[in-house]
């Protein structure tokens, strides 16, 4: 089975607090993704890994940056936390998407509150 | 641009009573559509990949089914554990990104 784990389920930290997120996959996967969700607007991309030390910019990167050292290590780093960063944030990894069409497999979340 | 639309948002339905969710996208070369689960505060689970019009796939009380345009997932005789939201995702060839674009998803609630 397929295991991606989160460092916490949930998290509280003061605004202006520097926040890390991190995410290991036990599949080999070349693809490691973060994601935030919020209610009425659905699963948002941050960040997307394809390699180690490779990232792509998703939709929403502004506040956020990544590191991916090792290939089973992802980690979602927010420099100077706002309120409006509380979330619920996803990781997901997935096989290298090139010659073919692979799922996704998520880990169980991260609730961070940003007081 | 890549689209992904569910509906409906939410449904509610009484154990036993059979429906469907529906996911329609819009996209240039599709190469898979992912159908996931969502239980409240974890993660999406995986159900299924559809790869071309005419593909249904099956799950217990579920199945999955695609054409051209949309995708529905069939619930049959549901339980109340089948309440979840229900996320759809479309991986395409376009501008040579790979990455999913998600629908919003269907909360789904089946009442005993």
């Known amino acids: 089975d397929v295991k991606v784990t989160q460092s916490s389920r949930y998290l509280v930290k003061r605004t202006g607090e520097k926040v890390f997120l991190e995410c290991v996959q036990d599949m080999d996967h070349e693809n490691m993704f973060w994601y935030r969700q919020d209610p009425g607007l659905g699963l948002r991309l941050i960040y997307f890994s394809y390699d180690v030390k490779m990232k792509e910019k998703g939709d929403i990167p502004e506040g956020y940056s990544v590191s991916r050292e090792k290939k089973e290590r992802f980690s979602l780093i927010l420099e100077s936390a706002s309120t409006n960063q509380t979330s619920m944030y996803l990781c997901?990894?997935?096989?290298?998407?090139?010659?073919?069409?692979?799922?996704?497999?998520f880990g169980p979340g991260t609730r961070l509150t940003v007081t | 641009e890549d689209q992904v639309t569910q509906s409906p948002e939410a449904l509610r339905l009484q154990e036993g009573e059979s429906s469907s969710l529906n996911c329609s996208y819009t996209v240039s070369g599709l190469r898979g559509l992912f159908w996931y689960r969502q239980d409240p505060g974890k993660g999406p689970e995986f159900l299924f990949t559809?790869?071309?019009a005419g593909e249904e796939k099956e799950k217990e009380r579920l199945k999955a089914t695609l054409t051209k345009k949309e995708s529905f997932l069939h619930i049959t005789a549901p339980k109340p554990e089948d309440s979840a939201t229900y996320l759809c995702a479309v991986q395409a060839i376009s501008g040579g990104s790979y990455i999913p674009t998600f629908g919003r998803g269907t909360s789904l609630i089946v009442h005993p």
């Open positions: 559809l790869y071309s």
């Open positions: 997901a990894s997935s096989p290298a998407f090139q010659g073919g069409s692979y799922e996704q497999y």
